[in-house]
């Protein structure tokens, strides 16, 4: 088993995690913490029972998973294990078990108290997804509660550490120095935004040394854009020298297998999501190009509902998305902004739980057994009118009495992992003979669009040719195409 920059901390860690309920762990992204804590975990109470290690993303749980499962020399689903959305490699000799945030909170509904977990491990969590800050925030009440043997540890890269030790207080803090090379940064200025494929591949090409060992990294929002770069890679001749793959967590898992595999004998192009910049480390990386661009959820008033925007990324998310180019000697980032501009990106980014709509999160809870919401340890509390209209919703679908506490219908509508609008919608169409048709309509309701693209323009004439003129509602097209 290789070193690794934690391994240095080992002693102080599991000294940490023996003194007390809760330990905070800060250390840069590819120093190894997401896979060697956990083992560690395990080294300081080895009979408390399993390491629950929470991920932002699907990917990175599997992947992680894998990893520590080969360097024991074991297949994944002995030892080490994940479970993520309609996929879990786990047996009954599971000890370290990989899951998304989103997975436990809803295993957290049947078994509230956690039985037979020991630790569980919050890792990544300067990304403050909603899950990660709900599930901090359920942990820590359940600790203070029903649970006190159960102990909690929280990774970060990037985070006001001081806050969070005093909100986890009292908290052991360990902190991990990277092993890091210097990034030179060039910035290529401002572009048109419908341009942004091009000029990555421009940088790309203008930035390629075919006789230097080792990968290109590229950032763009969302897997549209990613086709759109890997065309644009293509015309540019990248492809005569070097691989050119995709990475984003719609990809079957061979695919997303290649793009993260540590074979530095073939150079590769790698056009990735921010799951690269943090939750993943690409071996041998020496050039990364940066959009500057990420597809983040907020609130959408005038739907209702989360909806994927496309934004810029803060200061932070740059400097971690730099980083990646330095892990194995020194690298260079390519930003595709302006230098002038960058002072004015947000320093970090906005935790989700003060921008997005709570009002899933507010029924899981309720069915979970927590009667107040807003009375749990909350890193950063819900702003007030946030909370009211997650209630308002919640009551108009049923799933609230008019005191806020949780009716039958709201029990059924928590069993759905979707927005309590989509869960409503389908338990009113069992009634109706129509659950099918209703799945349907939520799927296009938050799913992507079905017309094919040639180039940057929309076959629209699909339209006609499928229904000719009489086209009454967008919504009512979109389901006979699908059934079509």
Excluded at 110 to 138: K, M, N, Q, Y
Aim: charged share 25%; net charge neutral.
């Amino acid at each position: 088993m290789h070193q690794l920059p934690i391994d240095s901390t080992r002693p102080e860690i599991v000294a940490a995690l023996r003194n007390g309920p809760r330990a905070l762990i800060a250390a840069p992204t590819g120093s190894g913490k997401s896979t060697r804590v956990p083992g560690m975990a395990l080294e300081a109470h080895p009979e408390a029972g399993q390491v629950v290690v929470l991920e932002p993303r699907r990917l990175a749980a599997r992947l992680l998973a894998r990893w520590v499962a080969s360097e024991l020399g074991e297949p994944v689903g002995r030892t080490v294990g994940y479970e993520v959305r309609q996929d879990r490699q786990i047996s009954a000799e599971t000890r370290i078990r990989y899951v998304t945030e989103g997975v436990l909170l809803r295993q957290m509904l049947d078994r509230a108290d956690l039985p037979g977990v020991g630790t569980v491990i919050l890792d990544e969590f300067h990304e403050r997804h909603l899950d990660g800050d709900l599930g901090l925030a359920r942990l820590l009440h359940l600790q203070r509660t029903t649970r006190p043997d159960l102990r909690l540890v929280v990774m970060s890269a990037t985070l006001d550490l001081g806050r969070l030790e005093r909100h986890l207080a009292p908290c052991e803090r360990v902190t991990s120095e990277g092993r890091t090379f210097p990034v030179e940064i060039a910035y290529a200025g401002p572009g048109r935004a419908d341009d942004l494929e091009a000029r990555a591949a421009d940088a790309v090409a203008a930035h390629l040394d075919p006789g230097r060992p080792g990968h290109v990294l590229v950032f763009m929002p969302g897997g549209r854009e990613i086709g759109r770069t890997i065309r644009a890679l293509e015309d540019c001749g990248v492809t005569r020298t070097h691989a050119v793959l995709p990475l984003h967590g719609d990809l079957p898992p061979e695919a997303q297998d290649l793009a993260v595999s540590g074979d530095l004998s073939a150079p590769r192009v790698i056009v990735a999501t921010n799951v690269a910049e943090t939750s993943i480390t690409i071996p041998g990386v020496h050039t990364v190009v940066d959009s500057g661009r990420v597809r983040r959820a907020a609130y959408d008033p005038r739907r209702g509902i989360n909806t994927l925007w496309i934004e810029e990324i803060s200061q932070a998310s740059a400097d971690q998305r730099a980083g990646r180019a330095g892990r194995t000697g020194p690298g260079r980032c390519i930003r595709l902004w302006a230098e002038a501009s960058h002072a004015a990106r947000p320093a970090h980014d906005v935790p989700e739980v003060l921008r997005l709509d709570l009002a899933e999160a507010w029924l899981m809870l309720l069915a979970g057994g927590v009667e107040r919401p807003e009375d749990l340890p909350w890193l950063d509390a819900p702003a007030p009118d946030h909370v009211e209209r997650a209630r308002s919703l919640l009551t108009d679908l049923g799933a609230v009495d008019r005191k806020g506490r949780l009716t039958e219908m709201g029990r059924r509508m928590a069993r759905f992992p979707l927005h309590p609008r989509f869960s409503r919608m389908l338990l009113a169409a069992e009634p109706f003979g129509c659950v099918r048709q209703a799945c349907r309509a939520a799927a296009v309701a938050q799913g992507r669009r079905v017309w094919q693209r040639t180039g940057n323009r929309e076959v629209r004439d699909q339209r006609d040719l499928l229904f000719g003129d009489r086209v009454e509602s967008d919504f009512l097209v979109h389901l006979r195409a699908m059934n079509y």
